[in-house]
């Protein structure tokens, strides 16, 4: 029980080790590759994923 | 056969049983008080040269022992040949349970038991002194003997069922004496009263292996059932060692945050400050300045401020790396909403929102972004006129403590479940005894089992 317990640490310390080294972290975005070169000079050539998502709309 | 143990253990003698007729070998020497003869059962007079017969018993040969009369093995240092053989019981419920008990004879050390239950296995040895009586914290009877304190496992009348051999002492078929355990791990001290007499034996728990090995039985010995009342307790089960590796990986961690924190290049890449007129018309999207990123792959934490007056405005942003083309989309919402309602003044959501975006590989970024917001109509057209303002900082490489903290919490979630199983194999032990807990059971598990304390 103690080996298993010593695998499962150090896995959870490996797996953090490789976070800090990577920079992983919790949070999400949407990678998109290829993106032209174009949209430096005209942005409204690429359209985000999340522009046309739903919003919130707050207030009482 | 080892030479030594012909050396010590002597011829045994021949004789006849004057019930049956059977051939009866005497191996003890004159030191046994009974034998019980191997075909019809009736117990002789050892001491007598006549064989007196002391019980008329006709039995068959119902009980195999594992080891037969005349087997020899070296066990506590000795060799010891196994000249008796009795099998008994006790009552508990209604269900009768039955133990196996070996007499083991050597001329110059006397006589030692091997006893045997669900392949359980413990070497007794008779004790001269008196144990002292006493209770445990919660009013259970204890005994100390050489200054070991024994608790009271089990008590009940015990009767015997089959016997065949040579004994110490003049058994008989059916006879019962009252049998008293009491237990300290790997050893029981026994009593065995009578109308009589008090007698006071000292067991101690051998793997079944041992036994196999110091008589040389081939095979494997049957696997124990259950957990005996002398049995042990496995190192995993009592094992402290998860507890220490849990404070090493612990510490490792925290070195870990420290390592990466003071490492974290926390480089402000971008902060800039943007107007957004919601009223205006046209394309809404524009890009930044370009930047660098440094390092290989690092997060990136985007933090939006939202000059904010009962309105909303999402940013959709890419963050797009000017030389591969890849793009990371994401967008923040901010939002400020206040107000006076039936006299009490309140507000709603924040003009701040953050995020950290993970593992975005170096290079030169820039960021597009295209704010919105609700199209103004009516009367909040007019306000609406008044542009917003936000402001978009990008900061490479922060230090992220949260993990750390996730992750000892992760170290910590199984060690509960391991105690438990150090709990589990005294609760096994203990359900047998007369009690059904633990002496040192903690009160929520006794309030369950431990009806007759």
């Given at each position: 029980m103690s080996k298993l317990y010593l695998v499962y640490s150090a896995l959870v310390a490996g797996g953090l080790f490789y976070s800090g080294l990577t920079g992983w972290s919790f949070g999400s975005y949407d990678e998109v590759k290829?993106?032209?070169?174009?949209v430096r000079d005209n942005p409204g050539a690429y359209r985000s994923h999340y522009a046309s998502s739903a919003r919130y709309f707050g207030g009482k | 056969m080892n030479p030594a143990a012909r050396k010590i253990v002597p011829r045994p003698k021949a004789l006849n049983c004057p019930q049956c007729g059977a051939a009866i070998e005497l191996r003890a020497m004159g030191a046994a008080a009974s034998v019980v003869c191997g075909y019809c059962a009736s117990t002789l007079d050892a001491t007598n040269p006549q064989l007196v017969i002391l019980q008329r018993w006709k039995a068959k040969m119902t009980v195999q022992p594992f080891l037969p009369l005349g087997s020899r093995g070296k066990l506590a240092g000795a060799i010891w040949e196994v000249i008796g053989f009795q099998q008994r019981g006790i009552q508990v419920e209604g269900t009768d349970y039955y133990w196996r008990e070996y007499v083991l004879f050597n001329p110059y050390k006397g006589f030692r038991y091997l006893s045997e239950y669900d392949n359980h296995w413990n070497f007794v040895t008779a004790i001269p002194s008196l144990p002292v009586a006493g209770t445990n914290a919660r009013n259970r009877p204890t005994v100390t003997h050489d200054g070991i304190v024994y608790d009271h496992f089990q008590t009940a009348r015990a009767s015997t069922s089959f016997v065949i051999g040579e004994f110490p002492w003049q058994v008989k078929m059916g006879e019962t004496v009252e049998a008293a355990d009491y237990v300290s791990p790997p050893h029981m001290l026994s009593s065995e009263t009578t109308k009589d007499e008090v007698t006071w034996s000292k067991g101690e728990y051998v793997p079944a292996q041992d036994i196999w090995t110091a008589f040389q039985i081939p095979g494997a010995p049957p696997p124990p059932v259950g957990v005996y009342s002398t049995q042990p307790a496995p190192p995993a089960a009592k094992s402290t060692r998860p507890w220490g590796l849990f404070f090493v990986f612990s510490l490792l961690l925290l070195g870990m945050m420290i390592f990466f924190a003071t490492r974290?290049?926390?480089?402000?890449v971008l902060n800039e400050t943007y107007t957004f007129n919601p009223a205006a018309t046209g394309e809404k999207s524009f890009v930044t300045r370009p930047f660098v990123l440094r390092g290989a792959k690092a997060n990136v934490h985007v933090a939006v401020h939202g000059d904010l007056d009962n309105a909303w405005a999402f940013i959709s942003m890419a963050l797009i790396n000017?030389?591969?083309g890849e793009a990371f989309d994401f967008g923040r919402q901010v939002s400020y909403y206040h107000g006076v309602d039936g006299g009490e003044s309140w507000t709603e959501d924040s003009r701040d929102d953050a995020a950290t975006l993970p593992s975005i590989p170096g290079g030169l970024y820039y960021l597009r972004l295209e704010p919105e917001t609700e199209a103004p109509t009516g009367a909040a057209a007019a306000l609406a006129q008044r542009p917003i303002r936000y402001n978009v900082q990008l900061v490479r490489d922060v230090p992220f403590y949260f993990r750390y903290f996730l992750g000892i919490f992760l170290l910590l979630l199984p060690l509960p479940f391991m105690g438990r199983k150090g709990a589990n194999f005294e609760a096994l032990r203990w359900?047998?005894?007369?009690?059904?807990?633990?002496?040192?059971?903690i009160a929520w598990s006794s309030s369950s089992g431990d009806d007759d304390e």
């Amino acid at each position: 029980m103690s080996k298993l317990y010593l695998v499962y640490s150090a896995l959870v310390a490996g797996g953090l080790f490789y976070s800090g080294l990577t920079g992983w972290s919790f949070g999400s975005y949407d990678e998109v590759k290829g993106v032209p070169k174009s949209v430096r000079d005209n942005p409204g050539a690429y359209r985000s994923h999340y522009a046309s998502s739903a919003r919130y709309f707050g207030g009482k | 056969m080892n030479p030594a143990a012909r050396k010590i253990v002597p011829r045994p003698k021949a004789l006849n049983c004057p019930q049956c007729g059977a051939a009866i070998e005497l191996r003890a020497m004159g030191a046994a008080a009974s034998v019980v003869c191997g075909y019809c059962a009736s117990t002789l007079d050892a001491t007598n040269p006549q064989l007196v017969i002391l019980q008329r018993w006709k039995a068959k040969m119902t009980v195999q022992p594992f080891l037969p009369l005349g087997s020899r093995g070296k066990l506590a240092g000795a060799i010891w040949e196994v000249i008796g053989f009795q099998q008994r019981g006790i009552q508990v419920e209604g269900t009768d349970y039955y133990w196996r008990e070996y007499v083991l004879f050597n001329p110059y050390k006397g006589f030692r038991y091997l006893s045997e239950y669900d392949n359980h296995w413990n070497f007794v040895t008779a004790i001269p002194s008196l144990p002292v009586a006493g209770t445990n914290a919660r009013n259970r009877p204890t005994v100390t003997h050489d200054g070991i304190v024994y608790d009271h496992f089990q008590t009940a009348r015990a009767s015997t069922s089959f016997v065949i051999g040579e004994f110490p002492w003049q058994v008989k078929m059916g006879e019962t004496v009252e049998a008293a355990d009491y237990v300290s791990p790997p050893h029981m001290l026994s009593s065995e009263t009578t109308k009589d007499e008090v007698t006071w034996s000292k067991g101690e728990y051998v793997p079944a292996q041992d036994i196999w090995t110091a008589f040389q039985i081939p095979g494997a010995p049957p696997p124990p059932v259950g957990v005996y009342s002398t049995q042990p307790a496995p190192p995993a089960a009592k094992s402290t060692r998860p507890w220490g590796l849990f404070f090493v990986f612990s510490l490792l961690l925290l070195g870990m945050m420290i390592f990466f924190a003071t490492r974290a290049l926390q480089e402000t890449v971008l902060n800039e400050t943007y107007t957004f007129n919601p009223a205006a018309t046209g394309e809404k999207s524009f890009v930044t300045r370009p930047f660098v990123l440094r390092g290989a792959k690092a997060n990136v934490h985007v933090a939006v401020h939202g000059d904010l007056d009962n309105a909303w405005a999402f940013i959709s942003m890419a963050l797009i790396n000017e030389e591969t083309g890849e793009a990371f989309d994401f967008g923040r919402q901010v939002s400020y909403y206040h107000g006076v309602d039936g006299g009490e003044s309140w507000t709603e959501d924040s003009r701040d929102d953050a995020a950290t975006l993970p593992s975005i590989p170096g290079g030169l970024y820039y960021l597009r972004l295209e704010p919105e917001t609700e199209a103004p109509t009516g009367a909040a057209a007019a306000l609406a006129q008044r542009p917003i303002r936000y402001n978009v900082q990008l900061v490479r490489d922060v230090p992220f403590y949260f993990r750390y903290f996730l992750g000892i919490f992760l170290l910590l979630l199984p060690l509960p479940f391991m105690g438990r199983k150090g709990a589990n194999f005294e609760a096994l032990r203990w359900h047998e005894s007369d009690y059904g807990v633990p002496p040192n059971a903690i009160a929520w598990s006794s309030s369950s089992g431990d009806d007759d304390e």
